[in-house]
Nanobody
Framework: QVQLLESGGGWVKPGGSLRLSCAAS????????MAWYRQAPGKQRELVAR???????YNSDSVKGRFFIFRDNNKNTVDLQMNRLKPEDTAVYYC???????????????WGQGTQVTVSS
């Protein structure tokens, strides 16, 4: 009943920019942390960036200074602005959110279906 829908992936040349968006819908009382992960072929899924309700964020070292995470608590959305993209950023990007469906319920993690980002010349 809770869905995360990502958009904004695609192909871009090295040095270019893309912005990913993720919108949560369904039975939502509160969203705690939201995050973006990525998984490249043959590699494990890794955390890219995370943001809490107070908008405190964390970026992995590999994207620090290039990627920026934003959220809108009113719209239940989280965006990832990706600048100065590199070929090694090529991966499927996933949105994750810790969502409390009802007041007093414990939050649980929900994942989006993933969106492909390809960086190549």
């Amino acid at each position: 009943q809770v869905q995360l829908l990502e958009s904004g992936g695609g192909w871009v040349k090295p040095g270019g920019s893309l912005r990913l968006s993720c919108a949560a819908s369904g039975r939502i009382n509160r969203i705690n942390d939201m995050a973006w992960y990525r998984q490249a072929p043959g590699k494990q899924r890794e955390l890219v960036a995370r943001i809490d309700r107070a908008h405190f964020s964390y970026n992995s070292d590999s994207v620090k200074g290039r990627f920026f995470i934003f959220r809108d608590n009113n719209k239940n959305t989280v965006d990832l602005q990706m600048n100065r993209l590199k070929p090694e950023d090529t991966a499927v990007y996933y949105c994750k959110a810790d969502i409390e469906e009802m007041a007093g319920w414990q939050g649980r993690d929900y994942w989006g279906q993933g969106t492909q980002v390809t960086v190549s010349s």
